[in-house]
């Protein structure tokens, strides 16, 4: 079993709409929590950090259920630009907190 | 200016070749690592050093070897260059334990 797990996709949605990711992570000791987007061909950049108390940032809001292992991410109003893989992460002590990457969720925003 | 740089962008070389990637990071990091990409599109964690003292040494093929001359850099050295070997190898740093990191563009390596 992955330590992180995500729906793969692809989610194919229209402008405007709102989306939203999940993923759940296996090790209880899990310390951190981010999700990070990948554009085709580009590296990874930090979306944001994800906290239990919930956590926004303009359109995107991130949530952390510690309780159920459970990560999500909505994206209200999507736009095109929008278009990405999203990336759950998490890191624990004992792996040196080290990104461990879930495989990542493919979103295409249409006209 | 570039925060984290790794060169070459694109490395094509012949199986049984030994070739080098470099990585240089001017965020004043403690902390570096390798991952590798493959075709699956899934990143995996390789190694990790924090202030050039290795952490992390997952399941890779002791062809690979990583060396940190200091905080700044980490490059990674790989020989006798096999088929599977062919993937996006990125290089990222971060401040030690914050989770936030930092990736250079990613090296396309194809071996063939």
């Known amino acids: 079993r992955k330590e992180v797990e995500q729906d793969p996709g692809p989610f194919n949605v229209p402008e405007g709409a709102t989306v939203a990711f999940n993923c759940t992570y296996s090790?209880?000791?899990?310390?951190?929590f981010f999700w990070y987007r990948q554009d085709c061909r580009k590296e990874p950049k930090l979306l944001m950090s994800?906290?239990?108390s919930g956590n926004e940032d303009g359109r995107f809001t991130a949530q952390l259920n510690r309780a159920s292992q459970y990560i999500s991410l909505l994206i209200r109003d999507s736009k095109l630009s929008d278009s990405a893989t999203y990336l759950c992460?998490?890191?624990?002590?004992?792996?040196?907190?080290?990104?461990?990457f879930g495989k990542g969720t493919s979103l295409l925003v249409t006209p | 200016d570039t925060a984290v740089s790794q060169t070459p962008k694109y490395l094509v070389t012949q199986m049984g070749n030994d070739k080098s990637i470099k990585c240089e990071q001017n965020?004043?990091?403690?902390?570096m690592y390798w991952y590798k990409q493959d075709s699956k599109k899934f990143l995996k964690i390789m190694f990790s050093?924090?202030?050039?003292?290795l952490i992390i040494n997952e399941t890779v093929p002791n062809r690979f070897s990583p060396k940190s001359p200091d905080k700044a850099h980490l490059n990674l050295h790989i020989n006798s260059l096999e088929l599977g070997d062919s993937a996006v190898y990125f290089c990222?740093?971060?401040?030690w334990g914050t989770g936030l990191a930092f990736f250079g563009q990613g090296t396309r390596l194809t071996v063939v």
């Open positions: 990222a740093s971060s401040q």
């Open positions: 090790n209880s000791a899990s310390q951190s």
């Open positions: 994800v906290y239990s």
């Open positions: 992460v998490v890191t624990h002590p004992n792996s040196g907190y080290a990104l461990n």
């Open positions: 965020l004043g990091h403690d902390t």
């Open positions: 050093y924090n202030n050039k003292e």
